[in-house]
């Protein structure tokens, strides 16, 4: 029951044409531009809660390429956390995962005939997630974890209309299609699986995955766009855990350089307009040898992400209990 930032440039793009064509002086939401608009919409929501939600491509800063409207720019904070109960060595641990995160979404849309100046959207993003699974240990190399959780979270957008053709058109559907508040559920159930093993140099660690995202709106002030679709997001990494023969205050100091294949399906691959991400970087890992301390690791890094007309940063602090 809302719609997000995408939906603006094809939006206009699409229904220009027609509404200069017909000679309409009122930019009419049609049954037709609503279900279009439904999809488009659909798109961009998939993708924003893709960033939100995932470790894969979150908390970091991101310029999606456009060739025929202004660059996009993501920038995304998450605050994950996750904990195993039990100990290391029991064949079935629970786990409690959680996560809050912050998105802003900003983008410039030209009017139709390239004429005034450009339009300007920011859509942001507050998220609270969280959620349950088990680690189940196969072999003492082979996990399996699955997991399941649901997050909720409050999207809003705030639209500029700065030329005369969205101050004459677009401006009549305000509230409608632009400048709109929406409430959303996302159910996303996961299985991961983690591989280690230990050659000499240090202890490779290889992790694939799969999470599926249900999106389902509840609350809106809109009475177009209805939210009901659904992304996946296949995940592939290795990395491997090497010493770097040097601690801090006793506490032995690691690196673990790193290489991650996203691979995006469902709706949120319009949204963004490419399904395969790459990401590569390392991280400074220090283990806690303190049995008083209350973390297990600490971790903190950072990785260079690309994909196609699609770039940025990602950026990692984190914790093991």
Known sequence: MKRSITILSVVITATAASIARADVPLFEVTPEIAKFVNGVVNESINANTLFA???????GRYTQRQSNQPDKEYTTIRFPGEMALGNPSDPVRPVLIGNGALLRNTAGYDSPERV???????????????????LIKLTDSLTVAPLVSLSYSHVKNRYDFNNAYSQNYLSQVDEDLFNWDMDLFTYTPA???????????????????YTYLLNDSFSDNSGVVDINSSTGLLTDRIDILTPLGVGI?????????????????????KGLGLRDLFEMGADLVVKMLDDSSLFSTITVGGSYVTGKSFEGYHIGLGVTF
């Open 191 to 209: 299985l991961k699986v983690y591989y280690s093993r230990d050659v000499g140099i240090g202890i490779v660690n290889y992790h694939i995955g």
């Open 53 to 59: 939600s995932q470790e894969a491509i979150s908390t």
């Open 116 to 134: 005034g100046e450009s339009d300007f959207t920011v859509t942001s993003l507050f998220t609270l997630s969280s959620g349950v699974g088990a």
């Open 249 to 269: 205050e006793g506490s032995p100091l690691f690196i673990r350089p790193m290489f991650q294949w996203n691979n995006i399906s469902g709706s949120a691959v």
